[in-house]
């Protein structure tokens, strides 16, 4: 049997690293198609060795996490989803439903501008049945202020009061910040500027945290005001990254003894 | 100013990503010349994250293995160094000079084949200067066993006693090491299975390590076979490795109080 690229998703389902294969593959397609850019394959590459080491599961502070950024997205007057290339490839179906579900609009806003990749975005976002796209139309954006990068071309972004931003570039959660919009991050690089900028840092896995979102969002679309402002209240962002970082130390920790033990098979 | 992914190269050298972007860059190249696979893009992502997490500098440990390692290379018998399009596009240059100092063949070997790779990667070690080129004619090669992926197919390789394996996959250092080859490894993931099937596991960036092997060499050079007996028998790999997992558990828990630094700026 030879292999190639464009057989990893004929791995089994057995394969130890299935899912990360597949996830692999959707991020190449991705590129293939215009929607992944060339660095995306890249900062991929960077999201499986963090998960890696958070143990490839989402953690007890990543669910508080994601309790609060579902407590700020239900009780925020104009909030909006950022979607870019590798969000689009990873998780699109599951992103329509979360975005439906908390009727928020999906903005595409990319780091990497080349042409058609809007368009390329947009067509897999409308196939996973979004109807609620910004970001579409470079003459309606205006810019923001303090960022150099294509990131700064937005449209609803401009006037949202919350900003939910997966996989994103340190700098615009920085000029977001300075904008005085809440910022709720996907990053599972818990030190990444972003990730301390933010209001909320969700250090975990795009691919889990958008089904635990979704699952989240239908209880908590019950609850009251009140009781979503406690949970808001009660979240701290540092000290919760602080306790994923104590995590990622307990995990290597562990993998210290338990590494090895595959020799002795 | 617009940003694209061809403008990398433009970085300043005061960029404190200078050195990251300019290799990311070199990779990004390397795909576009059939150097390097797609999927090693997602691999050098990998790489990055891993060396983010070890303080991107060469530590104790890995310069304990880089010594052993040549101590390792300079009494073997038949050493040979494997090359693959990562090694071919981030460290062309350096890696001919060491295989001239050691005077070792390096030896192609991929996991992805493709139609041209091959003759790309040879062309960019010749243009490096390379004069003892192994693996380039499939028809020469034999099949090592207990491999299933295109990496079986080797020449050199075949009969040599050391194989140095720089950006490894797991399965390839499990084969060898059953065949009874020593295998020097370099790879930034200090547990991969690479890592633990090694004898000398390198843990950190390419980038850093030819170099630093090049100058350990030419001083080696001058050691008697006693003395460099003495190192390789001084030299604890599982150890090695462990004390390097405590330097990265270090580093973590050094970045749990500096990281939130940058927000009081």
Known sequence: MSLNENKNHNVPESHPRYSSLKYRHKIIEGMKNLVVAEAGLIAHGRGECFDYIIGEKTTKTAKNAIKAALAVLLTAERPVISVNGNVAALVPNELVVL????????EI???YAKKGRIEAITEVLKNAGATNIKGTNEDAMT??????????KVNFIAKADVVMVPLED?????ALKKLNKIVIAIDLNPISRTALWADITIVDNIIRVIPEMIETANKFKKLSTNELNQIINNFDNKLNIQKTLDLIIEHITKQKEEA??????
Chains 1, 2 share one sequence.
Not at 143 to 152: A, H, K, P, V, Y
């Open 170 to 174: 340190g700098d615009r959660t920085e």
């Open 260 to 265: 090895f033990k595959i020799l002795e098979g």
């Open 99 to 106: 975005s439906k579900i908390l009727n928020i609009p999906l």
């Open 143 to 152: 810019e923001l202020s303090g960022l150099e990068s294509n990131r700064r």
């Open 109 to 111: 806003n990319l780091f």
